[in-house]
């Protein structure tokens, strides 16, 4: 099982589509293990952008995402961080497909909904960012075993 940090950007918690976009993780199966409405700082925008810094846009990105607060999420499924992205859609809102959360409710490329890691290094490193570890809790989801079947080997501490 992996791991991968969500933010449901301000643009989302304005237009009231929260509930949709969490939502739409829990339906597709993934776990929530953290949560929680933060109101992120510049300074650690910067760093959480920082491959964007040499970017014409940075600086208005990092007001937009401090302007109100986000959501932050930590879900888990098997191959998460793949069935997120593919979930969110590309950045570009209008390059996104219907049916992607972006494509859905996006078309714009700042403001478009979610922002998910690209990768296990970017999730680990974003999550302990964002995160403390008594923010992150463990508990056996019951429908995993619906959801996976034995031969998807979903063996953790708690499951079968």
Known sequence: MEQTLVIIK???V??????????RFENKGLQIKAMKM??????????????????GFFEELVKYMSSIPSILMVLKGKEAIKVVRTMVGPTQGRDALPGTIR????VS????????????????????????KE???DYRKMN???I???DEKYIEKGGK
């Not at 494509?103 to 996006?106: P, R």
């Open 38 to 55: 933060h109101m992120l700082q510049p300074y650690a925008l910067k760093d959480h952008y920082a491959h964007l810094k040499e970017k």
């Open 14 to 23: 304005n237009r009231a589509l929260v509930g949709e976009v969490i939502k």
């Open 148 to 150: 996976y079947s034995k």
């Open 10 to 12: 301000p643009d989302a």
């Open 109 to 132: 490329n700042q403001s478009n909904v979610v922002h998910a890691s690209e990768n296990k290094k970017a999730a680990k490193a974003e999550i302990e960012r964002l995160f403390s």
């Open 144 to 146: 995993f075993d619906w």
């Open 103 to 106: 494509g859905d409710y996006s």
């Open 135 to 137: 923010e992150i809790f």
